[in-house]
């Protein structure tokens, strides 16, 4: 199968569901012209529409354990969210909030399901260039609603936002079932970290807290034409993506979240000293979508990573972005108190931010060095997982040493002792070495396989996956 067929279904079954999530429950503009027409109460609407798809990551994420019912779930999942989009032709602030609810359900098994073919379909070496693909095709499509929604009564656009979904099921129901198996490649998996997922979900939590002060302050404070405001921005954060991408060999993670966070600073130092005039609208706005431009892309590629690195993508995902959708939720709270207070508002919010930026940039370092090496780790399972089986546990284990690094003599004894189940006390008088000495070689072992205790290495010597697919 080619390479470019499962690249482009991975891109197209996002690009067409994203473009519907982000136009329409999601602050979407149809969205905010049907509320704003029907006399519709949004506010609860969105919230509801948020914590029901932030309690569905969440809960999904940890419950759900089979890889390959994913195409299962997508479908399922996509065929309600068509079904309730329908029902909102009814203008009832009833009928809204069930659907709101649903679809909120929805959306979250929607995109858990397509996470097990972006992180395990095997495209290690183009994730950036695939999500930037992703985020900028969506984009597009939110423009075009955006666009559309400007020029048609609220019942034709209703209408005309199924047209995305009713697509996307149409490539979905095609998909034919030998494709689909074809999707999952083999995967090492080592044991969960579970500081590392928490870390960086708090990480996400205290960025994108930064998108609820966009939407509920920012944008209502900068006064500009309706044409421009609506416009400007999405040119900045298409036109971010698409530098990304021309470079995607010439970048990494570290420079693409670096490149963010700076970003996401200057924005609120602009917004906090020429809030009040045109240039600071430009400047703003400007630096605050080129910085969700790059973390956006910093959070899903490494998404991805993770989900691969430990095997489980529903987990990762589920875990993660709950941390994402539940700050954007809270930053919008916090925003509607400061606005209600009515006191410098503009000074706590970059003070608010400020905090958030720099909790950030503190862990960016110990966050991507953990990534990158646990990465490492599984960047060289590109053969069939059988293939492995029928070499010894020491010499699995020798191909995921980190680049450059090499073990001595005494090292591969520590190993392959330890392969064989011998306490630290036992290698000692095997040896006829100190136990202290022992730890000290099994510390340097670890570091030259990016793990950190004895239980992740023998993970990788032995490559069991319980949950295989």
């Avoid at 948020?50 to 890889?67: N, P």
């Amino acid at each position: 199968m080619a390479d470019r067929t499962i690249k482009n279904f991975i891109i197209w079954s996002m690009i067409l569901y994203f473009g519907w999530l982000l136009s329409l429950p999601f602050y979407g503009p149809v969205f905010s012209k049907v509320i704003s027409i029907e006399n519709l109460d949004g506010i609860s609407l969105i919230t509801t529409f948020i914590i029901c798809h932030t309690i569905t990551y969440l809960m999904a994420g940890v419950s759900l354990k089979d890889k390959s019912r994913w195409h299962s779930i997508m479908i399922i999942s996509l065929l309600i969210t068509i079904a309730f989009n329908c029902i909102l032709l009814i203008s009832s602030q009833w009928i809204w909030m069930v659907g709101m609810a649903v679809m909120g359900v929805s959306s979250a098994f929607y995109v858990l399901g397509w996470s097990v073919i972006y992180a395990l379909s095997g495209q290690v070496a183009d994730r950036i260039k695939i999500m930037s693909l992703v985020i900028i095709g969506t984009n597009l499509l939110l423009l075009i609603f955006t666009f559309l929604a400007s020029l048609f009564p609220t019942k034709i656009i209703l209408v005309l936002i199924n047209i995305p979904l009713i697509l996307n099921a149409m490539m979905m129901l095609k998909a034919s079932k030998a494709f689909r198996g074809k999707l999952i490649k083999p995967y090492v998996q080592v044991p969960l970290s579970k500081p590392l997922v928490l870390i960086f979900s708090l990480f996400i939590f205290a960025i994108y807290l930064n998108g609820g002060f966009m939407y509920r302050i920012m944008l209502p404070a900068l006064s500009v034409s309706e044409m421009f405001g609506t416009y400007y921005p999405f040119i900045i954060y298409i036109t971010a993506l698409i530098v990304i991408y021309k470079a995607n060999r010439q970048v990494n993670r570290t420079l693409i979240i670096y490149l963010g966070v700076s970003f996401l600073g200057l924005a609120f130092i602009a917004f906090a000293l020429l809030g009040e005039f045109h240039s600071g609208y430009i400047m703003t706005i400007g630096l605050m979508e080129s910085s969700f431009a790059f973390i956006d892309l910093f959070l899903w590629t490494t998404l991805s990573s993770l989900a691969l690195i430990y095997g489980e993508p529903y987990k990762i995902f589920g875990i993660i972005l709950a941390a994402n959708t539940s700050s954007i939720l809270f930053g919008d709270f916090i925003g509607i108190q400061l606005l209600n207070a009515n006191e410098n508002t503009n000074f706590i919010i970059a003070l608010l931010s400020a905090s958030s930026i720099l909790l950030a940039i503190i862990v960016i370092p110990w966050l991507i060095k953990s990534i990158e090496q646990k990465t490492a780790l599984v960047m060289k399972n590109e053969c069939e997982v059988e293939g492995h089986f029928k070499m010894s546990p020491f010499q699995v284990l020798m191909q995921y040493l980190l680049p450059n690094q090499k073990l001595t003599q005494r090292e591969e004894e520590v190993v392959k002792l330890t392969l064989q189940g011998m306490t630290n006390k036992d290698i000692a008088q095997e040896l006829f070495i100190s136990e202290h000495t022992v730890k000290t070689h099994l510390k340097n072992i670890f570091g030259k396989y990016g793990v950190t205790r004895k239980k992740e290495l023998m993970h990788l010597a032995t490559r069991k996956e319980k949950n295989s697919i």
